[in-house]
């Protein structure tokens, strides 16, 4: 038995409590017990800790991403310098310094769970002139390159190729054309998004296929990158975003490019070709919980869109730890892809400021460059409207812009989400 710090038992208290809101003290005390039977809490410390948990803000104004911790990730494998705090509901997860990082250093590398590259290069990518998995751009022609035994898809060398294997199958022209009509609908929109929840979707396929484990890390993963649903957002952020006929268009395609719903009832006899290759390839059904959350009109496909859009990185990629961070208009770290030459999509996260133990880490999803109104026009695309410090500052005599007039009731329903009316 061990007694967890503080901090610790804080942030495990504050999940239970937002998966469980309805619990009292002793249901509660009980399933902490459970949880975490390692550990040796009394009901009195845990009052006493509880008592420190800001009470969950009432859910008024405009919606809010949600995210959740990120079950069994092991932040090790990036740096032993931060760690993952779960701040109140409105605000979710992020990153606090666990050392003293100095201005300049780099805390991290890592590279992309999944990439949906600019479309520039995913063009390179489909004429060979790109690594498929890296996006790292081949110099010269491409002799010596790794390629997919049934398409045109080109590798930097054999380890690019075989982490393909957690995506490229699905999406190979010649492995499975149904995902072809899918990929070129998304390039044709230019729908990053799009393109990145196929990405997603055809990991965690494929993870299934490899076992439970994998699956359950994988899984895992997505389920941790913020979640604002398209309907949210088309209501919120509604400039840049296609409208629901192309969001439907889409789903059909999504759901023929990866066979669904699956024909595992039909005798092997029926099934055409291609749908046999698949069915080798998926191995076997996922559970009913994951094919819900990716298959759903709703609560699947629209819901998964609105989580790609709200964890990209600016060339396309979605980065496990990088998705933790937060937004600040005065961003004490940076984001570059510094290794051109090897790993393209690879981030590097360096500090811009000296960073204290227990301070979070933030980038600026904005230019920070502009002025307030600017920033939190901007920042609607992320669902928030900024609280730091320098908002504060700068937002104390900011009035909403008057509305012209006949706007109709998307634009009252809007003031009303923002709590202006
Ligand atoms: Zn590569
Ligand atoms: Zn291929
Ligand atoms: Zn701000």
Known sequence: MASPGDDELQTALTQLKAANPALGIPKLHALLRTEYPDWAVSEKRMRKVLATIAPP???????????????????AQWTPRVDVRLFDKRKGKGLVATQKIKAGETIWLEDPFVIAPQWEIYDKQRAGAACSLCTTLFAHSPEARARCPHCPAAFCNALCRKRADKTHPLLCA?????????????????????????????????????GEAARAADWAVVRGFAVLGME?????????????????????????????PRREEAPAKNLTDEERRVAAILRKPLPAEIESALFDYDAGFLRGLGRMSLNLEAHGGLYTLHAHLNHGCAPNVSVRHLDQRHALSRITVKALADIKPGQELLITYVNPATGYAERRAALEAWGFVCQCARCAEEGRDWAPPAEPEGLGDLASELKAGLGVM
Request: aromatic share 10%; with cysteine.
């Open 174 to 210: 010649a492995q499975n054309p149904s995902s072809m009509p899918l990929l070129r609908w998304a390039r044709s929109k230019e729908w990053l998004a799009l393109h990145a929840l196929v990405q997603c979707t055809a990991r965690v396929l494929l993870a299934n296929a490899a």
């Open 232 to 260: 949210e957002r088309a209501k919120y952020s509604f400039r840049a975003e296609p409208d629901r006929e192309t969001w439907k268009s889409a789903f059909e395609l999504f759901c023929a490019a990866f066979h669904r």
């Open 57 to 75: 803000e009432a859910d008024t104004g405009p919606p809010h991403p949600s995210s959740q911790l990120v079950e069994g990730l092991d932040i």
